[in-house]
């Protein structure tokens, strides 16, 4: 299994609705390539974590690479992983902006994420805390809306 982690930086323009339309696209490109992992939206900045089979993750990245909707897309880490994070989900989501506990929480979290030095690493003790802390709290927000 292959992880691979990126930031990118929203174009100025780019609405609400075009990032829904943006993950409906994802998910089902990802759950027909097998390819699962977490986008979150910050302060007009993507970070998103993709896991699955390296060549089709690698080949995605490269795609989303040259998307227009995003700028300054740098690689944060990318490596082998045991297993899958997101196993249930084709792409998490979250728009980290408002206020309650769970989305200060995961400010603090990205906040800390992103202040990190960003020279390519590989899969770290702290960036899997990161994502499976994000998860977590992702994982208990959609229970709470059933």
């Not at 994000?134 to 927000?141: E, F, I, M, V, W």
Request: glycine share 4%; hydrophobic share 40%.
């Amino acid at each position: 299994m292959f992880c691979l982690v990126y930031k990118s930086k929203a174009v100025p323009d780019l609405s609400f609705a075009q990032i829904e339309i943006l993950l409906e696209k994802a998910r089902l490109f990802n759950s027909a390539n097998n390819i699962s992992g977490c986008l979150l939206f910050y302060e007009g900045e993507f970070i998103q974590y993709m896991e699955g089979n390296q060549i089709k993750v690698l080949k995605l990245f490269d795609k989303i690479s040259l998307d227009n909707r995003h700028t300054n897309v740098q690689l944060l880490s990318h490596g082998l992983i045991e297993k899958r994070e997101f196993n249930n989900w084709s792409m998490a989501f979250k728009n980290v902006h408002g206020k309650n506990d769970q989305l200060q929480y995961i400010e603090l979290l990205v906040d800390s994420f992103l202040e990190k030095d960003t020279s390519i690493k590989g899969p770290n003790p702290t960036s899997k805390e990161f994502w499976k802390i994000t998860k977590g709290l992702l994982d208990y927000n959609r229970e709470l809306k059933f």
